[in-house]
């Protein structure tokens, strides 16, 4: 049997059984993916990319002449300076026309990566600062000298909290354009009106946080090596400003990009351009009907008392269902912190946990 945890995205492309899943989408291969991702939430990145090579191939596999094959197969590996041998040892291999264009495109993907790669360590993009966006636009700026956190009220009836050495500044007619637009330097509190019709956007230096209406927070001092949001309520959609005009073209009144929901923070790493997701150190439950909810459990199912502590607490929790289906828990979980409530659970059943991509995935061999 395949252990596709081991599978990197070259594995994924190659794999009959990913392709099928991938070009012909029936019930049975999407249980089964959809289920294998939620065990390795770790892996979805890399099936995300290994989707997106065999969906540029596309699922017809109309005959294609030998010779036309060899030859952009033969000039593909050339130009990555593959040896002689190599070529013709692929060449005289029998594979199915879609393997050789898999093949094909996986090798012009990995080739392009490559070059992308020097060329931003050789030039990296400009950056997006408040100053440079906001100089010449005549905007309505609001600024905070003061030691103390201000509010500060926008037209549409959504609210600031703008923290000290911190600035906004937005457009004359804010409420009344296709987007809200809100340009920040520094820390602040948003609590959005909800318009579905008006996206409401954060342009934070690097990044862009968009929603359509509910509370967060942004950390953008440009002094920082890093950019920091958090959800309180609802969900936020972040991407990096450089993908602005491909997100809003696409949907302008959908959410896109990274996700993230309460007890959840986003992290983006300056130089690094990259995001990571991460779990508050001290996850809140989510509304005031969990806070008053008894947490007392005796002899209780596994999976009741996961699916209560993650609705609880907007946190998708992992775990095998069938592996642990015989497993009860007999706890006090009331007053306790939800990490501290995950120790107790687990030592309860001596399983482990770990939290990868604001994801708790519970590890257990089973109970008996």
């Known amino acids: 049997m395949k252990d596709y945890s081991l599978f990197d995205i070259a594995d994924f492309v190659m794999d009959e059984d990913f392709i099928r899943w991938v070009n012909i989408k029936n019930k049975a291969d999407g249980d089964f993916w959809e289920n294998w991702l939620r065990r390795n939430p770790h892996k979805h990145l890399i099936v995300a990319e290994a989707r997106k090579i065999l969906e540029s191939v596309g699922s017809e596999q109309s005959a294609v002449p030998s010779d036309i094959i060899d030859a952009e197969i033969e000039k593909l590996l050339l130009a990555i300076r593959l040896p002689n041998g190599q070529v013709t040892e692929l060449k005289r291999r029998n594979f199915p026309v879609w393997k050789y264009f898999a093949a094909a495109v996986f090798l012009t993907v990995i080739l392009g990566t490559a070059v992308w790669t020097f060329t931003r360590d050789a030039k990296a993009p400009a950056k997006f600062t408040y100053k440079g966006i906001t100089s010449s636009r005549g905007l309505i700026e609001n600024v905070n000298t003061s030691k103390n956190t201000i509010t500060v009220p926008l037209p549409d009836g959504s609210m600031v909290k703008l923290a000290p050495d911190s600035r906004i500044s ?138 209560d502590l993650g609705r609880d607490y907007g946190i998708n929790i992992v775990y095998d269902s069938d592996l642990l289906r015989k497993c009860t828990v007999t706890a006090d979980l009331a007053n306790e912190s939800f990490y501290h409530k995950l120790d107790l659970i687990c030592r309860a059943m001596g399983a482990k946990y770990e939290v990868i991509d604001a994801q708790v995935v519970i590890q257990s061999n089973g109970c008996q």
Request: hydrophobic residues 35%.
């Open 170 to 307: 937005y457009e004359s007619g804010f409420d009344s354009l296709p987007t809200r637009d809100v340009y920040l330097s520094g820390q602040a509190f948003f609590s959005v009106k909800k318009n579905p019709h008006h996206p409401f956007r954060v342009f934070a230096n690097e990044i862009v946080a968009k929603v359509l209406g509910t509370s967060f927070s942004v950390r953008s001092f440009e002094k920082d090596t890093t950019i920091q949001i958090t959800v309180s309520t609802g969900k936020v959609s972040v991407y990096s400003q450089g993908q602005t005009t491909v997100r809003e073209s696409a949907a302008p009144n959908k959410l896109s990009g990274i996700i993230i929901t309460p007890n959840q923070q986003l992290v983006y790493e300056k130089s690094s351009q990259e995001f990571q997701k991460v779990l508050l150190e001290n996850p809140i439950m989510i509304n005031a009907v969990s806070v008053n909810k008894s947490m007392v459990y005796e002899d209780a199912p596994i999976d009741k008392v996961f699916d």
